[in-house]
């Protein structure tokens, strides 16, 4: 009994990862607000505002990108001008700001270098 109930969780929580990287709509994204997901996709560019801020575009230039990582704190250490243009994978809660998906992440174990 315990087996099968711990290969449906692993199989829901594959199912779930696999549909929060595809392409959503402001629709779907609403669903998702709140849950920790995993999305993937080009880093376009960035805005360091304080040590303990910096945001990445993803997937387009602001304004017009498809969501935005949101890095808070000390801990990931990122040499900016390399990420630029790169394909990451981030791990975090999915949140809404102005309308438009944004991830948080706060660990270097939330973002894959693809």
């Known amino acids: 009994m315990k087996k099968s109930?711990?290969?449906?969780?692993?199989?829901?929580?594959?199912?779930?990862?696999?549909?929060a990287q595809e392409k959503f709509s402001l629709v779907q994204f609403e669903k998702y607000v709140g849950k920790k997901v995993t999305l993937c996709d080009t880093v376009y560019s960035y805005?360091?505002?304080?040590?303990?801020?910096?945001?990445?575009?993803?997937?387009?230039?602001?304004?017009?990108?498809?969501f935005t990582v949101v890095i808070t704190g000390h801990e990931i250490v990122i040499n900016f001008d390399d990420i630029k243009g790169k394909h990451i994978c981030v791990t975090g809660d999915l949140s809404k700001?102005?309308?438009?998906?944004?991830?948080?992440?706060?660990?270097?174990?939330?973002?894959e270098f693809k």
Do not use: C, R
């Not at 109930?5 to 549909?19: G, P």
């Not at 700001?97 to 973002?111: A, R």
């Open 5 to 19: 109930i711990l290969i449906a969780f692993i199989f829901a929580s594959f199912a779930f990862k696999a549909s």
């Open 47 to 66: 805005k360091i505002f304080n040590d303990t801020l910096t945001m990445l575009n993803m997937g387009g230039n602001y304004p017009n990108q498809k």
């Open 97 to 111: 700001y102005k309308g438009h998906p944004e991830v948080l992440i706060y660990h270097p174990n939330q973002i």
